[in-house]
């Protein structure tokens, strides 16, 4: 009967796939804030602002 519960306590291995996503994840969102710095111009502020929060949103969702 103990053997059924063996396993419960055991995280997952999260995919590959989900690993190589946040690190684009993070990549995108320092590219983005670099370049929003260095960019002068008024409308790529706030659309790289846009873009790192909905990043930030996925990546603690996965």
Not at 19 to 31: E, R
Not at 32 to 54: D, Q, W
């Amino acid at each position: 009967m103990n053997e059924l519960y063996a396993e419960a306590g055991v995280k997952v291995k999260p995919p590959c796939k989900n690993t190589l996503l946040k690190a684009l994840m993070v990549a995108g969102i320092i590219f983005f804030a670099v370049l929003a710095l260095l960019v002068k111009s008024p409308l790529f502020g706030p659309m790289a602002a846009v873009f790192v929060v909905v990043a930030i949103i996925f990546y603690a969702k996965t």
